[in-house]
């Protein structure tokens, strides 16, 4: 077996499929390839190909759609390794299943039974676009640096770490892991990145990180967050404006794309931009121009999109409120950032530093936590993920004292073992009860004024945050601005 020009190491094949005798088969495919190939890896279990993969390097993963239970299943694998070759066969083969499938991360499809030789060369030809990402040293292969990630010095995600770049993002359970091996690998690219992820599971830093990793480092990363900015000035605060476009332009001002020229655009919060604007961005995406409001110049800038969103994207496609033509284009290196009940390994270790940083900044002489602190930080369910967590050990820490934080010092939601399911909705219904408000009798309260309550009482709970009172209510942080802004309306 010859190895083609550019490759430096075997290729690693996987496939998953519940007949032993069909993976077998597929898994022969590795024999017609004109690259060396490692031994393939044959799975007939969905979650322990899936932990492979999360932990191992994979260039090509051949899924059976009936084993992952259809092409909707496809999307955790397309996002464990965005860099990898997916083909996905099905003995049910169609034009819609194809497509489908395609859609949700798969490269390309086969009906079954197909030839040995077709696979093969639907794999080649993916693999031969993929020269670049298969020179990329993995921590746990042997292989030789690509060029772009040997000038950050930051080719695997301990190198990244010791260069500084991971240093913001805490936590080393196998989930994060994950995220930080993406980061590595997706940074060098020029490609869109697309971010989700729950409220405060640090979308941000990701950005970030991506940034300092990439060779656009040199230049700014430029953050607009779309939920934050009222979306009549959305627009002028990506792609600026000039003179006399509205009302209050007394000047030319130049907007986030512009000033992102060499560097990187993260669009926060992209979920909550209207559908008008989406046509505008897509149209930059595709020509790499746009004209400032009021203008009629064209504007060519060179910036790399990041976005995120703590909404399910493919249902806001679904629900008519994103374009699915913006969502392909921006969907091209996903990354998904866990919730942090879903890696309570990271849970005392975020404390832990979170503890000593607010410590010293207060000047507090904290060390630690006692045991009956850390069953309990342990145990609850942070809905408002890390934000949460470090909100709250800012709050232990600025009003206590002591070297231990113990369970009393604890907010009730967290230590009280009843509350650990009770959503803030729920508390705020209890309150409700224990005060009723005192109207003449007769009198309802209009539904602006309940939803205020309801609204006021959640970011009393969580000390004036809104993205995790927004998540705690299940609305976007946006809705809580809006909201705001038209009480202030109605007061005026
Ligand atoms: N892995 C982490 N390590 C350390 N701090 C973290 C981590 N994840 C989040 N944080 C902290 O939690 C807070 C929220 O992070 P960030 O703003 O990046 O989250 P987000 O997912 O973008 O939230 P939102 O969706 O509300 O904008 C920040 O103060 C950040 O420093």
Redesign the pocket.
Known sequence: MGSKEGLTRPVMVRVLDCSPADAARTAAVSAKLAVECEDPSLYSVTERCLEDLTRDNTDVLVLDLETIGGESALEPFAVRCPSTVIIAVSAQGSVSRAVNAMRSGAHDFLTKPFSLDALASKISFQLDQRKPNLSIRSEKTHLTKSASLEATDASTPSAARKAGALD????KSLP?QAVYDQIVRMAPSQAPVFIT?E????????ANALHKLSDRNKQRIVTINCAAIPRDLIESEIFGYVRGAFTGATENRTGAAEQADGGTLFL??IGEMDLMLQSKLLRFLQTGTFQRLGDTKSVKVDARIIC?T?RNPLAEVSAGRFREDLYYRLHVLPIL?PPLRERRDDIMD?AQIFLQRFSSEERRGFKGFDADAEVSLLAYNWPG???QL?NTIRQIVVMNEGQSVTIDMLPMLIRDPSGRTTSVIDLSRERAKSQPTIRPFGTIEPLWAQERRIIEDTLVAFDGNI?MAAAALEIS?STIYRKKQSWLERSC
């Open positions: 913001q993002l805490i936590g994060m992820g409220s405060g599971t640090g979308k941000e830093l990701c926060d919060e995120a703590n950032l975020l993920n890390v934000r470090e993205a942080p």
